[in-house]
């Protein structure tokens, strides 16, 4: 079944194309980081126009890049939640719209479910069960996974999440949107050991996560030394993202370990855009080899959003569920444990 993957939940307009017995044909992303960096953030209007003037574009490019036509599309899967509620509809009703005119199905996918499944379309892909660590912007959660559909929570941000974390503290330190990128970026030339910030609820005992403090204490520290030194010089910038950047590692590491144990699993996944970390990654990959675990990524560009992710997670759902209405459900908020199995 060849089935093509929308997704415009938020900034990103990804457009792909999964067949299943052939695997990924084609992907392609048109990111709108560019035309929201003036305003500091996501503004949700500029947003859903922008993925109305993309969506089409991107999908003659993959049709074309695959080597097919519309007509041999045979299902068509779209981000259903959550997201942007404009940012959402535009992928909604193009879906449908094209599924009419092709009379194929379509199929509503829940965003975190692509981003859990995107290391499926790797070489080497975890078997079930596994343990998923989920850090993007909008996110932070580790769920145990059983199977497809089959996803229970273990542990949950009380307030920001690990992307929203690191956007908001790049913001307070002048640095730009998004902040992720731009603050594992300069604290590569941090000092280690300069400064230290908290870890918070790293010993709560339990798996939740909570990062707002953490951009308090940014904020007091940057704010000690601008007035030692009226504006921050750019080593202390540095100093301060890498000691962000260690506090915040170190919780989803030892808080994944922690899941790990709890469950007795032996297989974790990492994935949304947080997961596009090295820093991350890095000390996952060390904690692997000494703690004995099998830890799977999705390759960088699947890290954050795409429509690769899409396609393949609505693949896996469309034979069972697919729709063959003009209805286009959205869920600006959905839960991800409320999903069920498709068989
Ligand atoms: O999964 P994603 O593309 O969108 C959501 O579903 O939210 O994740 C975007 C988030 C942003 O907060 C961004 O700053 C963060 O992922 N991010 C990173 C890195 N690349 C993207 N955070 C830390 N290090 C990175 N290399
Ligand atoms: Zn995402």
Known sequence: MLVLGIESSCDETGVALYHTGRGLLAHALHSQVAMHAEYGGVVPELASRDHIRRVLPLTRQVLKEAGCTLRDIEGIAYTEGPGLAGALLVGASIAAALA???????????????????????????????????VSGGHSQLMEVTGIGQYTTLGDTLDDAAGEAFDKTAKLLGLGYPGGPALSKLALQGTPGRFKLP????????????????????LTLANQHRNDAEALDEQTRADICLAFQDAIVEVLSRKA??????????????AGGVGANKQLRDGLSHA??????????????FCTDNGAMIAFAGAMRLRREGRRTMNFPIKPRWDLAQLDAPD
């Open 288 to 301: 692997a080899a000494k703690k004995r675990f099998e830890v799977f990524y999705p390759k960088l560009e």
């Open 100 to 134: 009419f005119a092709l009379k194929v199905p379509t199929v509503g996918v829940h965003h975190l479910e692509g981003h859990l499944l995107a290391p499926l379309l790797e070489d080497n892909p975890p078997a079930f069960p596994f343990v998923a660590l989920l």
């Open 257 to 270: 370990v922690d899941a790990l144990k709890q469950t007795g699993l032996s297989r974790l996944v990492v």
């Open 199 to 218: 870890r918070p609820m790293l010993n709560s005992g339990d798996l939740n996560f909570s990062f707002s403090g953490l951009k308090t204490a940014v």
